[in-house]
């Protein structure tokens, strides 16, 4: 049997690398800048050590005190000379080496850490103390490297220029010295503490034997450059290297220094001039590749098998070096495997660390593959025993928190480990302030974290049953108001996903797994589950989601003769599934009614089929949110269409929008049904305006209640009369002006004229607070000298929500003391820009630049005229996305020249005539006059008509939107819009899609090195541009997305695991992604769906409901929020959320571009038996102490000897007060009274007591 192709999978192939967020660095340090050799950084068990910016200096930074540090951390001079390298030693965290530029070596013992509670910043107290001074290894040389043995107590290896120096601390002087043939720029010992290795600035790797001899066992040149500097270390029984070829590409090569003629392996990485520093975890034989300015954080796995697995992760920040941390720091009982300290260069002065993680299912029991064991820490033999030639293992311990502590307090076993007397006598005086064995993991055991109480857990029943109906939803009549910034946001930390022990349906048979990875595999609603089964005619089964239990082993289904590609269930008709399949037909079915049982086994004639001949393939389906009947398909294909169809009509063929790139993957629609949003093969993003709303969100605010009537109504006509485009590198244009009834729009010469009245005049205004800038030329800057704002309206409008006041002048003729210039410079108005000429006298720039105004140079479109082409595409890149050009003459009949830049044409046509010597335009535009017989032309087309006071007003926009009507069928007239807007990224990939709100998308893909990453989008008239992004985790799995609106939660999941992972949403906070609890499963999930939110339970506080396909169940997974008193409804939670059943409009009203949608309805989901937490009574805190004297509280030990005192008395009197011969129980030698007393105390003498002697100890 040949071996499974999985047998070489590494175990750390998704490793998950997450640097620390802000306030787990450590900030403004003082660091020292990056070197390209020797050591920025090292950890210990307690401490991180770092270079300083000042000569000679470290700083001391505990792991347990991140923040801003303020330029003042905890600081250490260390040296006299700038510092060229250090090291720790594998035995004592205590015992720091010091190398300095001078050849100076020193040896220091580091304090223990302040504790966690300790005052920030942490002090240094007591600081660390100098030990010993090792004699230089070559005089006034700089030591290059360091190194401590890794089996041997107080051995140091040390090199400067091309000497090499053992050091045995305890002499204070080198014990072997031998000397290579260039200088010497790094150091490292075997595993086996036998040999050691140096790479020098020459390129040549060397492996020394230096007990044996001075000369080199075996030499290889490992990288050609002689320029540029080498690292090496030891991995396990091989050997790393890094450096550059000869072409200065950066390298690493893996050894055998067995066998040094060639490299196991060597590979390239690029072209830059960083070094590469190798840090090694030789208990997994990982190995982390630094590279100095780079922002990727490069990791490789050299194993026995030779197969040198490699991963990446991307960083927020540039290296300049790091270390990683001693074992005993992990977090064990969390998969963490490594942790690394990495000081960043793109800000300055921080150190960022870095969890490496290996994603498990659970983490409450310990994972023995993923810790192997690790060194005791505790040193094999003495230098001494080293240097006689013995060499020895280092124990090795198990890392389980379960048994850890007991091994490390095990004591040495072997005979000459070192002590505390084998130390110089400088250091016996100072006892090191660390110990020299690691301390315990501080995470709960594995025993400790299995009794954690288990979630109580509801068995579903095996038998079909129904489940008791939800309390219907009462329909209100307003939209929930948005809650105030003040109004306190209820917690989601505590989201809670659940599912009964038992599966809601089980025995499902003939799944189809295989399904492309990106394919659905469960539609569900309140009536039906639908799924792919295996087998020929792309097979969907149905089964009523009502019927729990053991599902039936032939599923009824729904067949075609075609493989399935996608499937959907219409929200707005809970009877009516889709299907498009292989030949790209997309077949329409009929479900029974109330949610029943398919009546037949198989049904293979589905209600319609559509069909296109401009589609050979579809990858897609989504229906309208809010219109009925209408359903968008998308072609994987490049060139493919977007294809709009109308279910009501199924011989209409489909409106067919092209869309740029490669082909469409996925697609989505707005919450308003206005936008579809695309993702495209190209990486690419792509929003389609199919029917953009008149206002932004910026615009939508209320006006002031002291408006008037004419600004509401001007208000409102404009917002029904104008559909604003999305354009790729232009803003929309909007065109207006005043004419007469003669068509004129100057007087003779083009001189100004006043036509519009006083309400046509205040719509102008309102019209100009829709738009981001306003354009008008010199002419009417000289002549009319205007404000260009909005002061009509009766409430003031904010500075940043005026448009921006645009001049086209050539020749800069522009005053600088006009009001446009003015308005800018004191606040009430926004900062002119200023359009030139490239001949523009440079002067006058200067002049109104100083002024205040922004002047940008433009080509000439011949003459003096500028190029409308060149500035609209200017003012897009200055954020202008909606362009409102009012005049004057010249301006508006140079752009009625280009008709096709102008997508709405808004005139006020005032009751005068000018006569013939008046100006007229010299292009052919639609007739104004009610009469005329010219209402239209090819460009434009009447949109609406309004009077305004004496004024009409009429609005025309471009004929020209009407996407091409295709199929079998007859051609409809249709009124769509097909503006888009894209966003290409460069490192994102198999990209899925959904709204937030319908100016915001989040995006899920994958990334460098298979990291998976959420992104936040928004969506502006110039296109889209990336708000937020979240890097979740490394897998290969597509992830899919699931938003409520109603809760600001995201859910994303993805086939084949076993988590569904939760993110809040604040599109309005700085930081709008915010992580919420997972849920986890046993069994891999194949497909999730999400119902509506009329099927929760609020009696539970339950927010959402979905279910999650297995390989042979459906679970029902309920989400949940704990509440203090979950026994009123929660209105905070569930607020009036909209009626996603119910249609505003029908396919073919939307296709024809009708506005008159119904109000959307709401329903409040408060069951009538339940009271609201906002009316429901306050709780009396009352205090359960006692008030006033209360008596003595005894402690156990106090009731105990109570208890015996009062057993002894009882058995005392039982026997009486005497026992003598001559009347023992008679009661002799008492008197009457105490007779009496005791016989209403005490029970009566019994036989026992009187049989007893009269020393029996009780009176003692």
């Known amino acids: 049997m040949p071996p499974s192709r999985f047998a070489n999978v590494s175990k750390w192939r998704n490793a998950l690398l997450t640097p620390a967020k802000q306030q787990h660095r450590f900030h403004e340090l003082g660091l020292a800048t990056p070197p390209d050799s020797g050591t920025l950084v090292a950890a210990s068990s307690d401490w991180i050590i770092a270079r300083a910016n000042t000569t000679g200096t470290l700083l001391f930074l505990p792991h347990h005190s991140p923040g801003k540090y303020a330029k003042q951390p905890p600081t250490y001079h260390a040296a006299s000379a700038p510092i060229s390298d250090l090291a720790l030693s594998h035995f004592d965290d205590g015992l720091l080496a010091v190398a300095s530029e001078n050849g100076a070596i020193a040896l220091h013992t580091l304090p223990p850490p302040p504790t966690a509670d300790a005052a920030f910043p942490p002090a240094l107290d007591p600081p660390p103390q100098r030990l010993i001074d090792l004699e230089p290894v070559a005089a006034t040389k700089p030591v290059s490297s360091l190194a401590f043995h890794t089996t041997t107590s107080n051995l140091l290896a040390a090199s400067a220029h091309s000497s090499v120096a053992l050091y045995d601390v305890n002499a204070a002087k080198p014990t072997i010295t031998f000397d290579a043939p260039s200088p010497l720029l790094s150091l490292d010992w075997s595993q086996d503490g036998v040999n050691l290795a140096s790479i020098a600035k020459d390129g040549v790797v060397s492996i020394w034997d230096p007990r044996s001899s001075s000369q080199p066992a075996s030499t290889v040149h490992a990288h050609a450059s002689k320029v540029k500097p080498s690292r090496l270390a030891y991995v396990r029984s091989n050997l790393i ?497 005043a004419q007469s009834s003669d068509g004129k729009i100057a007087g003779e010469g083009k001189q100004q004229l006043a036509l519009s009245g006083k309400e046509s005049m205040l719509m102008t205004h309102n019209l100009r607070t829709l738009h981001d800038g306003i354009l008008v030329g010199i002419g009417t800057v000289l002549n009319d000298d205007p404000q260009l704002n909005a002061r009509l309206l009766s409430s003031p409008t904010p500075v940043d929500r005026l448009p921006r006041p645009i001049v086209l002048d050539s020749a800069l003729r522009t005053p600088v003391a006009c009001k446009l210039i003015r308005n800018g410079q004191s606040g009430v108005g926004r900062r002119p820009l200023i359009l030139c000429s490239a001949s523009a006298d440079e002067e006058r720039r200067r002049a109104l630049h100083e002024a205040g105004a922004e002047v940008v140079q433009l080509p000439s479109a011949g003459g003096s005229q500028l190029a409308w082409d060149d500035a609209l595409a200017l003012l897009s890149r200055h954020g202008i996305e909606r362009l409102m050009v009012e005049g004057g003459a010249a301006v508006i009949d140079s752009l009625m020249g280009r008709q096709d830049l102008v997508d709405t044409l808004l005139v006020t046509v005032a009751p005068r005539t000018v006569g013939e010597h008046g100006f007229g335009f010299s292009a052919a535009v639609p007739h104004p006059c009610p009469g005329a017989s010219q209402r239209e032309s090819d460009t434009f087309r009447l949109r609406a008509e309004e009077t305004f006071g004496p004024d009409r007003v009429i609005v025309w926009d471009q004929s020209s939107r009407k996407p091409e009507v295709v199929g079998d069928g007859s051609a409809t007239a249709v009124d769509i819009n097909t503006t888009a807007a894209t966003l290409r990224f460069s490192d994102l990939r198999n990209c899925r899609l959904t709204w937030i709100d319908d100016e915001h998308l989040a995006v899920v893909g994958h990334t460098v090195g298979s990291a998976r990453q959420l992104r936040l989008l928004r969506v502006g008239g110039s296109g889209l541009e990336e708000k937020s992004r979240l890097t979740l985790d490394v897998s290969p799995a597509l992830l899919f997305p699931s938003y409520d609106a109603d809760t600001n939660i995201l859910w994303l999941w993805s086939k084949g695991e076993r988590l569904i992972s939760a993110y809040e949403v604040r599109v309005a906070d700085r930081g709008p992604l915010t992580a919420l609890s997972t849920f986890q499963h046993g069994q891999p999930q194949l497909g999730v769906a999400f119902l509506a939110k009329t099927a929760v339970d609020p009696s539970k506080v339950e927010i959402g409901v979905s279910y999650r396909i297995e390989k042979g169940e459906i679970r029902r997974v309920s989400w949940s929020v704990p509440r203090l008193r979950p026994e009123f409804f929660q209105d905070d939670i569930f607020i009036p959320t909209r009626d996603t059943s119910q249609p505003l409009t029908t396919a073919a009203r939307w296709l024809q571009g009708e506005s008159d949608e119904r109000e959307a309805t709401y329903l409040d989901l408060r069951p009538a038996d339940m009271v609201p937490l906002s009316q429901a009574p306050e709780v009396k805190k009352e205090s359960k102490l006692p008030k006033g004297p209360v008596a003595k509280v005894l402690t156990e030990d106090e009731k105990k000897e109570k208890l015996l005192d009062g057993i002894f008395k009882k058995a005392k009197h039982r026997g009486g007060t005497a026992y003598d011969a001559a009347g023992a129980g008679n009661g002799v030698g008492r008197d009457e009274e105490e007779d009496d007393d005791d016989d209403d105390d005490e029970p009566p003498v019994g036989s026992a007591a009187r049989r007893a002697p009269d020393n029996d100890d009780w009176s003692d």
């Open 241 to 737: 290297t890094t450096g550059f070829s000869a072409m200065r590409e950066r390298e690493w090569a893996v050894w055998d220094p067995r066998a040094l003629q060639s490299p196991l392996k060597r590979a390239t990485i690029d072209n830059s001039t960083g070094v590469i520093t190798p840090l090694v975890d030789h208990d997994r034989g990982l190995v982390y590749l630094l590279v100095k300015g780079d922002a990727t954080l490069r990791w490789l796995e050299v194993d026995d098998a030779k197969t040198f697995t490699e991963g990446n992760c991307p960083l927020n920040f540039t290296m300049g070096g790091g270390a990683i941390a001693p074992p005993t720091v992990h977090r064990v009982m969390e998969g963490e495997v490594d942790r690394l300290v990495l000081a960043s260069t793109t800000s300055d002065d921080c150190l960022v660390p870095v969890s490496v993680t290996i994603p498990r299912r659970q983490y409450i029991d310990f994972h023995p593959d993923l810790y192997p064991p690790t060194s005791s820490r505790v040193a094999a033999q003495t230098a001494a025993s080293w240097l006689a030639g013995s060499d020895a293992a280092v124990e090795l311990i198990s890392q389980d928190p379960a048994h850890a502590a007991t091994e490390r307090q095990r004591p040495p076993t072997q005979a000459g480990q070192p002590g505390q007397d084998e130390l110089p006598a400088a250091a016996q005086t100072i006892a090191p302030s660390s110990s020299s064995e690691p301390k315990p993991v501080t995470t709960p055991s594995a025993s400790a974290a299995s009794k954690r109480p288990s979630e109580p857990q509801t068995p579903q029943p095996v038998q079909k049953t129904s489940a008791a109906p939800l309390p219907t939803p009462k329909r209100v009549a307003q939209p929930p108001t948005a809650p105030s910034k003040d109004a306190p946001r209820w917690s989601r930390r505590f989201l809670l996903g659940s599912t009964p022990l038992i599966a809601a349906h089980q025995n499902l048979a003939g799944l189809d797994l295989g399904m492309p990875p990106d394919g659905r595999m469960l539609a569900a609603n309140d009536r039906f589950l639908l799924f792919p089964l295996a087998g020929p005619g792309g097979r969907i089964g149905v089964h009523p989601t009502k019927e729990s239990g053991r599902m039936p082993t032939l599923v009824p289904a729904l067949s075609a003769s075609s493989k399935l590609v996608d499937f959907a269930l219409d929200p707005l008709d809970p009877q009516r599934a889709v299907s498009v399949h292989e030949d790209a037909a997309i077949r329409v079915w009929r479900l029974p009614a109330n949610g029943e049982a398919l009546a037949e086994q198989t049904i293979d004639t589905p209600e319609a089929i559509l069909s296109s001949k401009r589609a050979s393939k579809q990858s897609e389906l989504a229906f309208h949110p809010s219109a009925k009947d209408l359903l968008a398909s998308c072609s994987p294909e490049k060139g493919g269409s977007l294809l709009l169809w109308n279910l009501a009509s199924p011989s209409t063929g489909p409106v067919a929008i092209p869309v740029e790139g490669d082909g469409t993957t996925s697609l989505a629609w707005s919450p308003d049904g206005r936008s579809m949003a695309l993702s495209c093969k190209d990486k690419a993003v792509r929003v389609i305006a199919l029917r953009p709303s008149a206002t932004r969100a910026a615009d939508s605010a209320p006006m002031s209640t002291a408006s008037s009537d004419a600004e509401r109504a001007s208000r409102a006509f404009l917002e029904r009369s104008i559909t604003f485009a999305r354009h790729e590198g232009r803003p929309h244009v909007t065109l207006t002006f």
